[in-house]
């Protein structure tokens, strides 16, 4: 078991908190907030902040966490302080506010000397250096976090990376920082988590950067829409046909009234002021662009000659209540230098001014009163005034409350070795639903032909995946040419002319191009019905290539056995089984029999997505077949696969 810490953390932020409820799971954790109203709310397993995964584990989770506002006693013992603190960027002054994290660092030296200290505030480019400096404090560790507003705990179950900043040449604080990315790792949901440890200063580097590109792409896809809606043309349109392209993909391109949030606005503009001595285009044109959009954004409000515009929700996105930074903001200091009266409607505020603009949360006053009503993403409950509402949302993806995008993740495949069958298994993670295991199942004489791939996992869930509008991550191998074709194909041209399915996008750790053909297998199924004999004769009359093997699926509950027990269900499986073994004997050929738990987890009639479930069974072995032909009834415009 893994040794259990006394952890520390300033600030109950997204970044604090959703460590500090991450990290308690296994370890003992403080945090430490000067609000006492939020400190209370977390005592109480209440979360101070919109966030569904924290919301939830505050409140089922069995956590070893505390919160106070006495720092000293919370950094006295412990063997980690984490600094979550708020830094801004002073655009008069050019310069990040870091005070907040030096009056931590000083209370820790102060209180406990032996700690150590991991910095996950925004910082500039080199300021850990410069601290430690400072300070003659060499046990200072910079780990950057790369969370969304709102999704903060769930980018920590399931993170896309641990970076860890250190003094490579220090062997013990080496040792403590694998230490500290253990701890995160061990607490996170996800398995095999890429993990990098570098100098300070390059992991500084990395966070602006990261969020620097964000940005950039944003920034991109915001001026493509303001040169669509000069030019009187088709932004979606456009942006569709463009992100077809693989190497560039449909994430961030929502256009929007700029970028935002806690981090993309500073660490554009401190990215841009450490390299004011370097040559440079990009970076500075990225913080002009938001500029720039957001002036476009308020020209485009006023030529409608409004003389009140309401601002509906200042929040960058729905179900959150941050609205710092937010890119609406700026807009509205713009309108308001132009004589234009504001009416904000934003329900997380419990007054009647912000910034000196006026507060109307009676949603139909606040209609009422508006001219034109500016949304940076557009919500359901506009429907009913549309014809007021200017919003460059074009994309919709945060209309709905509750179908906000999650994600189903396919753990890495493994395979077990039963009494006589062989299993392919994978653990299937669903935010805010216990986790279960999916599996195919063939006799051992197989087993080396089970292929270790996410292919038949993705396909076997994605009727249930775009029925509940989860995207679909694997974290294992996926066959690229496999991914490419339902991303940009098949789900596109689903969601199109099927009502059950909406979009989703599916990704993998690990995209690869292995051919996993045998020689000689050419096969096809095997279902006891007029189509797999139709398909079998005719391939065996036709065909100069013969067929070598029949298959027959099973996928447990289906629509034959639903009114059945799973006694009764067995029995039936037992006499379909032994029907296809003699009709494969009178055939001359071998059966495959290919079971599974699929049919227990389908929420669609098994009528509707049989093909996918076939498909699964075939890509589950695809190590084995070289030619599989499908035996259905249906024309070809109606096969789904």
């Not at 050019?94 to 931590?104: G, I, L, N």
């Not at 915001?222 to 669509?228: P, S």
């Not at 034959?560 to 494969?584: D, G, H, M, V």
Request: with cysteine; charged share 25%; hydrophobic share 35%.
């Amino acid at each position: 078991m893994t040794e259990s810490y006394k952890i520390a953390i300033a600030g109950t932020g997204y970044v604090g908190l959703s460590n500090a409820v991450l990290l308690s799971q296994k370890h003992e954790v403080t945090a430490v907030d000067v609000v006492e109203s939020k400190v209370r709310l977390i005592n109480e397993k209440k979360s101070p902040i919109a966030d569904r995964e924290i919301e939830e584990y505050l409140a089922d989770k069995k956590l070893n966490l505390v919160a106070t506002v006495d720092a000293k006693s919370a950094y006295k013992n412990a063997d980690f302080v984490i600094i979550s603190t708020p830094t801004n960027y002073d655009d008069e002054r050019h310069f990040f506010d870091t005070s907040s994290v030096e009056a931590v660092i000083e209370l820790v030296i102060e209180c406990n000397p032996n700690a150590v200290i991991v910095i996950k505030s925004t910082i500039p480019v080199g300021y850990t250096k410069s601290v430690i400096e400072k300070y003659k404090y060499t046990k200072i560790l910079f780990s950057p976090e790369f969370l969304r507003e709102g999704k903060a705990l769930y980018d920590n179950l399931y993170p896309s990376r641990i970076i860890v900043g250190v003094d490579m040449a220090n062997e013990e604080l080496k040792k403590s920082a694998e230490t500290f990315a253990t701890a995160l790792a061990d607490c996170a949901i996800k398995e095999n988590i890429d993990t990098l440890f570098m100098d300070y200063t390059e992991a500084e580097a990395v966070k602006l950067f990261a969020n620097t590109y964000l940005a950039m792409r944003v920034s991109f896809f915001n001026e493509l829409d303001t040169y669509a809606e000069m030019k009187n043309l088709n932004t979606k349109s456009i942006i569709d046909g463009v992100c077809l392209d693989p190497r560039i993909g449909n994430h961030y391109n929502n256009p929007s009234f700029g970028y935002g949030g806690y981090c993309l606005p500073k660490d554009t503009k401190q990215l841009k002021a450490n390299f004011s001595d370097v040559p440079n285009d990009i970076i500075s044109a990225v913080v002009t662009s938001n500029k720039t959009r957001k002036e476009f954004i308020t020209s485009q409000i006023m030529n409608k000659n409004p003389k009140a515009v309401g601002i509906y929700r200042l929040t960058m996105k729905s179900n959150s209540d941050n609205f710092r930074q937010s890119s609406i903001q700026s807009v509205m200091e713009l309108l308001k230098n132009n004589g234009i009266e504001l009416i904000i409607y934003e329900p997380t505020l419990k007054v009647d001014l912000f910034e000196g603009f006026g507060v109307e949360n009676d949603f139909e006053k606040f209609v009422t009163k508006s001219d034109v009503i500016v949304a940076n993403r557009y919500s359901s409950v506009l429907d009913c005034v549309k014809e007021k509402v200017y919003t460059r949302d074009l994309f919709f993806r945060d209309l709905f409350e509750g179908k906000s995008m999650e994600t189903l993740i396919i753990g890495k495949p493994k395979i077990e070795k039963l009494d006589n069958r062989a299993r392919l298994c994978s653990k299937i993670s669903e935010n805010g639903k216990p986790s279960y295991t999916l599996w195919f199942d063939v006799d051992t004489k197989y087993a080396d032909y089970l292929t270790e791939s996410a292919d038949a996992f993705v396909v076997a869930l994605l009727p249930y995946a775009m029925n509940n509008s989860l995207n679909i991550s694997a974290e294992a191998k996926m066959s690229k040419q496999l991914c490419f074709q339902l991303n940009e194909i098949f789900i596109p041209v689903l969601t199109k002319n099927s009502k059950l399915f909406n979009k989703i996008s599916i990704s993998a750790k690990e995209l690869t191009q292995e051919n996993y053909c045998c020689k000689n297998a050419s096969a096809t199924g095997f279902s006891r019905g007029v189509d797999s004999f139709d398909t079998i004769c005719s391939l065996s009359e036709n065909r100069t290539e013969k067929l070598s093997h029949l298959t027959f699926f099973n996928v447990g509950s289906h629509r034959s056995t639903a009114n059945y027990t799973p006694e009764q269900s067995a029995e039936l499986y037992e006499n379909r089984l032994e029907i296809a073994k003699k009709s494969a004997k009178i055939f001359d050929m071998p059966l495959i029999d290919i079971n599974s738990n699929l049919g227990e987890h389908l929420t669609l009639p098994y009528v509707k997505v049989h093909h996918y479930c076939s498909f699964s069974a075939v890509l589950c072995m695809q190590k084995f077949f070289k030619n599989y032909y499908y035996a259905s009834g249906y024309p070809i415009s109606s096969f789904s696969i």
